[in-house]
């Protein structure tokens, strides 16, 4: 079976203004991806493409094998010879997905009539429809606003009519852009407690963007992150967090210290990076000899006052620069022949009574460390 | 200042009597332009929905053709639909000139660019979302312009009483195409100068009050609909 939305080379700009580049997505039915990226990093132009709202610059968009990327053009398709794409082609495939958009947009009337709009579309009976309805406005709390003139609703109740309205037609796949922005943690978490439970039911494919790394660690089984307009990297949730491709997808989840160094020696696996002239032991295939940029996680780095005995192949001394209290966390950046940024809770750190110059060490585990090559 | 009075006095002693002239001339008049109104409705909803939300070569030239259309003297339309019907006319043999059919005809046209430029102008009031958003639920094109109308109905109401309102106030067409034949094709509008004219100041005034009514009514009518949603409902399609 084809899966049920791929794109080769997909790309789109306005007015020479290049929004997506080479975008090639294989997203099979049950699969729940999520996109991660800055804002304006393309993810609902993506979306948008997907969901054949918008047509591409360049590329193609299959929807279950069937080239969708345009309407009434010719189009050569392999495996059945020629097939003319029509406006019904895309109208049909439209039909079998659905949005919520980031900020939903509800029609001036009942949030049942709301609700019931996709299926009126799609000419379904009566009787089905109020099934439906009451059903999916039971999923997400909203029965007792039925008679409700979504207009009047509030933003975190106007999310959840959208993913009524969209969840009412039971898609083969599913778009969220950023479904969760905006609103107040008691609605955030409301909604992803819905999200939580559709995709544990269902086995339609769900495509979430989201700019909130924990919601996608959270709820996606794949991430995919977007920046300026190219993907750079799709993988499992702790692929992307702990093994990031490159410099800008480690700078985007999260991964603060970022050191050129440059493998000084090997034994087997285990290496030695000299980092500005400190030597970290870590696990890497990389050979003798090549230039590297060495990333830990500040939560990965443990402080204490005294040369621990632990486990940790790394211990450093090094003199506090910075401390920066973030409400229960402390960040704490320590010079210790090279720049070190770590986290403490900000019980400890009064604990430890540190202060601005005062002597530290910092240790990290080889296994805590990633390793990619240095262009 | 005594003959407006007794003028006066007699005008409303013809409606409240429903003098079968008055009556006849008034229900001639708003079936004329209600049925050209209703045609009217028929074309802009979804031709102005087509020009709205379509790009295409040469759309600003012909939303600006349509502006200017809105000022085309009544007169000008009438003399374009004389030349047409008459009998040497290209559509001279149906024989359609100085009927009621005719006055239909013409009001239809002077209508249509009013009536398609508000459509157009109440459609540009509404989010490029709306659209968006109906399609992405499955909306075929047709369905998508449905809702679009729907979100400005307001607007569209609006554009659909002016229309009206320009139909049934218009003098220069109805006299020209409908040539005002007593009991056929004479209106409101056609009746008042003629009766004028002859110095029948309480029929005229009578005439004239009606119109003013009806203007009223419509205005009314426009309040109401504002202030109330009972009309939603019933235009385009019910909560089931």
Request: hydrophobic letters at 45%.
């Given at each position: 079976?084809?899966?049920?939305?791929?794109?080769?080379?997909?790309?789109?700009?306005?007015?020479?203004?290049?929004?997506?580049?080479?975008?090639?997505?294989?997203?099979?039915?049950?699969?729940?991806?999520?996109?991660?990226?800055?804002?304006?990093?393309?993810?609902?132009?993506?979306?948008?493409?997907?969901?054949?709202?918008?047509?591409?610059?360049?590329?193609?968009?299959?929807?279950?094998?069937?080239?969708?990327?345009?309407?009434?053009?010719?189009?050569?398709?392999?495996?059945?010879?020629?097939?003319?794409?029509?406006?019904?082609?895309?109208?049909?495939?439209?039909?079998?997905?659905?949005?919520?958009?980031?900020?939903?947009?509800?029609?001036?009337?009942?949030?049942?009539?709301?609700?019931?709009?996709?299926?009126?579309?799609?000419?379904?009976?009566?009787?089905?429809?109020?099934?439906?309805?009451?059903?999916?406005?039971?999923?997400?709390?909203?029965?007792?606003?039925?008679?409700?003139?979504?207009?009047?609703l509030s933003g975190g109740e106007m999310q959840r009519v959208a993913i009524a309205r969209a969840l009412v037609t039971d898609p083969e796949v599913l778009f969220?852009?950023?479904?969760?922005?905006?609103?107040?943690?008691?609605?955030?978490?409301?909604?992803?407690?819905?999200?939580?439970?559709?995709?544990?039911?269902?086995?339609?494919?769900?495509?979430?963007?989201?700019?909130?790394?924990?919601?996608?660690?959270?709820?996606?089984?794949?991430?995919?992150?977007?920046?300026?307009?190219?993907?750079?990297?799709?993988?499992?949730?702790?692929?992307?967090?702990?093994?990031?491709?490159?410099?800008?997808?480690?700078?985007?989840?999260?991964?603060?210290?970022?050191?050129?160094?440059?493998?000084?020696?090997?034994?087997?696996?285990?290496?030695?990076?000299?980092?500005?002239?400190?030597?970290?032991?870590?696990?890497?295939?990389?050979?003798?000899?090549?230039?590297?940029?060495?990333?830990?996680?500040?939560?990965?780095?443990?402080?204490?006052?005294?040369?621990?005995?632990?486990?940790?192949?790394?211990?450093?001394?090094?003199?506090?620069?910075?401390?920066?209290?973030?409400?229960?966390?402390?960040?704490?950046?320590?010079?210790?022949?090279?720049?070190?940024?770590?986290?403490?809770?900000?019980?400890?750190?009064?604990?430890?009574?540190?202060?601005?110059?005062?002597?530290?060490?910092?240790s990290f585990k080889a296994t805590a460390i990633h390793v990619i090559k240095r262009a | 200042m005594s003959e407006l009075w007794e003028a006066f006095k007699t005008?409303?002693?013809?409606?409240?009597?429903?003098?079968?002239?008055?009556?006849?001339?008034?229900?001639?008049?708003?079936?004329?332009?209600?049925?050209?109104?209703?045609?009217?409705?028929?074309?802009?909803?979804?031709?102005?929905?087509?020009?709205?939300?379509?790009?295409?070569?040469?759309?600003?030239?012909?939303?600006?053709?349509?502006?200017?259309?809105?000022?085309?003297?009544?007169?000008?339309?009438?003399?374009?639909?004389?030349?047409?019907?008459?009998?040497?006319?290209?559509?001279?043999?149906?024989?359609?000139?100085?009927?009621?059919?005719?006055?239909?005809?013409?009001?239809?046209?002077?209508?249509?660019?009013?009536?398609?430029?508000?459509?157009?102008?109440?459609?540009?009031?509404?989010?490029?979302?709306?659209?968006?958003?109906?399609?992405?639920?499955?909306?075929?094109?047709?369905?998508?312009?449905?809702?679009?109308?729907?979100?400005?109905?307001?607007?569209?109401?609006?554009?659909?009483?002016?229309?009206?309102?320009?139909?049934?106030?218009?003098?220069?067409?109805?006299?020209?195409?409908?040539?005002?034949?007593?009991?056929?094709?004479?209106?409101?509008?056609?009746?008042?100068?003629?009766?004028?004219?002859?110095?029948?100041?309480?029929?005229?005034?009578?005439?004239?009050?009606?119109?003013?009514?009806?203007?009223?009514?419509?205005n009314i009518a426009l309040y109401m609909l504002q202030h109330r949603r009972a009309w939603t409902r019933l235009f385009i399609w019910r909560q089931s």
């Open positions: 079976m084809a899966p049920i939305i791929e794109t080769k080379g997909l790309g789109q700009a306005y007015e020479r203004h290049q929004v997506l580049k080479d975008i090639n997505l294989k997203i099979e039915r049950g699969d729940f991806l999520a996109l991660i990226g800055p804002s304006g990093a393309g993810k609902t132009t993506i979306i948008r493409l997907l969901d054949l709202i918008e047509t591409p610059s360049a590329g193609q968009v299959f929807f279950d094998g069937i080239d969708v990327t345009r309407s009434s053009k010719i189009r050569l398709n392999a495996r059945r010879r020629m097939a003319l794409v029509s406006g019904k082609t895309r109208l049909k495939a439209r039909r079998r997905m659905a949005f919520v958009q980031q900020k939903p947009t509800v029609f001036d009337m009942s949030v049942f009539a709301n609700v019931a709009c996709g299926l009126k579309f799609r000419h379904e009976n009566k009787q089905d429809i109020r099934d439906k309805v009451e059903r999916v406005l039971e999923l997400v709390g909203m029965s007792d606003y039925r008679n409700r003139n979504a207009r009047t969220l852009d950023e479904p969760t922005a905006n609103l107040d943690p008691a609605s955030v978490a409301k909604i992803e407690g819905i999200l939580a439970r559709i995709i544990s039911e269902r086995k339609s494919a769900l495509l979430m963007t989201t700019h909130d790394m924990a919601q996608g660690q959270r709820l996606a089984g794949k991430i995919g992150v977007l920046i300026n307009g190219e993907i750079l990297q799709i993988g499992t949730p702790s692929e992307i967090f702990f093994s990031p491709a490159s410099m800008q997808v480690a700078e985007f989840v999260g991964v603060e210290n970022i050191l050129p160094g440059t493998v000084a020696g090997k034994e087997n696996e285990l290496a030695i990076i000299n980092v500005n002239g400190v030597e970290i032991q870590t696990i890497t295939d990389l050979a003798q000899g090549e230039n590297v940029h060495v990333m830990i996680r500040p939560e990965d780095i443990t402080f204490t006052r005294t040369r621990d005995t632990s486990s940790a192949r790394n211990v450093f001394e090094g003199r506090i620069n910075k401390i920066i209290p973030l409400g229960p966390l402390t960040r704490i950046e320590i010079d210790c022949g090279m720049p070190l940024l770590g986290v403490i809770t900000t019980r400890s750190a009064s604990e430890m009574e540190l202060t601005t110059g005062s002597k530290l060490f910092a | 005008a409303i002693h013809l409606l409240v009597t429903l003098d079968p002239e008055v009556v006849q001339i008034a229900w001639r008049s708003l079936w004329i332009a209600a049925t050209s109104c209703a045609v009217c409705v028929v074309i802009c909803i979804p031709l102005g929905n087509m020009i709205h939300f379509n790009r295409f070569r040469g759309k600003e030239l012909l939303l600006s053709v349509i502006q200017t259309l809105y000022s085309m003297p009544t007169v000008a339309v009438g003399l374009i639909v004389v030349m047409l019907f008459r009998r040497s006319g290209p559509i001279g043999p149906l024989g359609l000139l100085f009927t009621p059919d005719v006055m239909v005809i013409g009001q239809i046209l002077l209508v249509t660019p009013v009536m398609l430029g508000l459509m157009i102008s109440a459609l540009s009031g509404i989010d490029k979302a709306i659209i968006e958003t109906a399609t992405s639920l499955g909306a075929s094109r047709m369905q998508a312009y449905r809702i679009c109308t729907r979100e400005a109905k307001f607007a569209v109401m609006t554009a659909i009483v002016i229309g009206f309102g320009r139909a049934i106030s218009e003098v220069g067409l109805s006299t020209m195409v409908g040539g005002n034949i007593e009991g056929y094709t004479r209106t409101l509008t056609t009746a008042i100068p003629l009766e004028t004219g002859k110095g029948d100041f309480p029929l005229a005034l009578a005439l004239g009050i009606v119109l003013v009514f009806i203007a009223f009514l419509l």
